[in-house]
């Protein structure tokens, strides 16, 4: 059985004061903060090995299962479940509540699954943390060997092979999130803020391009202002052609309606603890791992604001920025 995605959110939602701090903040007067307070993954697999024999919902539930031994938090705080999957399977109709129910959550507390393709759990607004020590993705390699290997797609000429792919990949991912003040009050230390997303529908693949200028728009910042970047590696090409699309006047002109080009992100700030290429890429659980890697990368580089961008089949795309929580 195929075991793909997952994530998972919770929302604590109480009236919040808004603290503004020293530092340039995106916080605004009356608005809540919603913070990230942990956020936890399975070690990703590739797909039909050691997770072959389970089903989604038990993959999901050892990703809640961590995160409560992680947190702590009762689970009777939790007000709500929800979990991304991509390949419905059959035999559940409700991934999140069949996990809940089994991590030992009160049938009290309502849940429900969202599909998305590779967004899924950027739907359900997350973010996934990593165990990379046990992951069996990373494929060591060398270039001789890579240029052995026949086209994935289109045989035989065409070019994206599995080296320049994400691989097939099993895995789970789950995030608390609440608002600022609750997480306070419960004597957490929240990992970083939640700010802007957008969810956008146009060209596959080429989504980050196009959403990226949109949430720093509203956010009121500009590229140069983001020190963290984690965008969804679907392929090597369509992370290159990401990165030539956002620095083409031409293109921003021809197909985004835009003046001038978005700007390319600083390659040293881009994945920098490796990516989907690398890691894998269990469809729903992509999301929760590039929101945790950036609240954790802006914690230990000192950074300020983070910007996630993922693509999804069927031509859609999303974007978010994370602020880094006060020390
Ligand atoms: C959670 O903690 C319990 C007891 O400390 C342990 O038995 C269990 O394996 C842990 N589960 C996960 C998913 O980490
Ligand atoms: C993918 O990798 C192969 C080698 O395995 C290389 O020949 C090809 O040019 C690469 N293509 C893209 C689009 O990255």
Not at 87 to 104: F, H, M, P, W
Request: glycine letters at 8%; a positive charge; charged letters at 20%.
């Amino acid at each position: 059985m195929k075991i793909r995605l997952f994530a998972l959110i919770k929302l604590c939602f109480l009236v919040l004061s808004v603290k503004t701090e020293s530092k340039k903040t995106l916080a605004r007067p009356g608005v809540k903060n919603i913070v990230l307070v942990e956020g936890v993954r399975t070690p990703f697999l590739l797909s039909g090995t050691t997770y072959a024999d389970l089903m989604p919902h038990d993959l999901a539930r050892a990703a809640l299962q961590g995160l409560l031994n992680r947190t702590g938090i009762p689970k009777d705080a939790v007000d709500y479940l929800i979990y991304g999957t991509v390949i419905q399977e059959v035999k559940t109709s409700n991934v999140a509540r069949e996990a809940a129910l089994g991590a030992g959550f009160s049938d009290k507390i309502p849940a429900h699954t969202v599909t998305m393709a590779c967004i899924s759990s950027n739907q359900a607004m997350t973010s996934g943390r990593e165990i990379v020590s046990k992951d069996n993705g990373i494929r060591p390699s060398s270039m001789e060997q890579m240029a052995k290997l026949k086209p994935a797609f289109v045989k035989p000429h065409g070019t994206v092979t599995a080296a320049n792919s994400s691989f097939l990949t099993d895995g789970a991912s789950a995030v608390l999130i609440m608002s600022e003040e609750k997480a306070l009050s419960m004597g957490f230390k929240p990992k970083a803020y939640l700010r802007y997303l957008d969810f956008l529908c146009d060209l596959i693949y080429l989504m980050p391009t196009y959403a990226t200028p949109k949430v720093l728009e509203r956010a009121g910042l500009s590229l140069s202002d983001i020190d963290v970047f984690e965008f969804h590696e679907a392929f090597a090409g369509q992370i290159m052609a990401n990165l030539k699309a956002m620095d083409s006047d031409w293109f921003a002109q021809t197909y985004m309606g835009r003046k001038a080009k978005v700007g390319t992100p600083s390659l040293n700030k881009f994945n920098l603890w490796g990516g989907s290429l690398s890691l894998g890429h269990p469809f729903g659980a992509t999301g929760c791992r590039l929101v945790t890697t950036v609240a954790h990368r802006l914690k230990k580089e000192g950074g300020q604001y983070g910007l996630v961008a993922a693509c999804a089949a069927g031509g859609q795309g999303h974007a978010m920025v994370i602020e880094a929580y006060p020390q």
